[in-house]
């Protein structure tokens, strides 16, 4: 992955993770890959792609379940349309 420099890498990999979330890579409701495999994938430390992940969690693109892993959270009009989270 190639990093521009005025941006930080933990938000590039968030950037990677929403274009592949657009494009159709990772579906709603599928899981993404863990931060192991991200560092590993996309050339960062777990660190960065744990801060990139929790940012995509805060804002609501991804959600996690205890035990399973992080998925895409279906698109804003399914949750807003529901009044509740992807969680249930």
């Not at 399973?68 to 807003?80: H, Q």
Request: hydrophobic letters at 35%; proline letters at 9%.
């Amino acid at each position: 992955m190639d990093f521009k420099p005025d941006e930080l890498r933990w938000q590039a990999v968030a950037n990677e993770i929403r274009r592949r979330i657009a494009e159709g890579v990772y579906q709603p409701g599928m899981p993404v890959p863990g931060e192991p495999r991200l560092a590993v994938e996309l050339g960062v430390a777990k660190g960065t792609a744990r801060r990139a992940l929790n940012a995509l969690l805060a804002d609501g693109t991804l959600y996690s379940v205890l035990g399973k892993g992080t998925f895409v959270s279906p698109p804003n009009d399914a949750k807003t349309s529901e009044g509740q989270s992807p969680r249930g």
